[in-house]
């Protein structure tokens, strides 16, 4: 689960959540969900959480490789 960690942090940000709620949601400490938003946010060279947004709806609706 701990590499999935960031694609379920990303798609509860397309759904809306605050750092508060994905750190209820997935079972973490707010600080650990607010350091795995930055990563994304770092790894993406994006400066918004709509960016994160944005990037998830794309993998979800991307085929899955053969």
């Given at each position: 689960?701990?590499?999935?960690?960031?694609f379920a942090v990303a798609?509860?940000?397309f759904?809306?959540?605050?750092n508060a709620e994905i750190a209820d949601s997935l079972v973490i400490a707010p600080k650990t969900a607010s350091s795995h938003v930055?990563?994304?946010l770092a790894k993406l060279g994006a400066s918004r959480r709509a960016e994160i947004a944005t990037w998830a709806c794309?993998?979800?609706r991307?085929?899955?490789?053969?």
């Open positions: 689960m701990r590499r999935q960690l960031p798609r509860l940000i759904e809306g959540y605050t930055e990563h994304i794309h993998v979800e991307s085929p899955a490789p053969h």
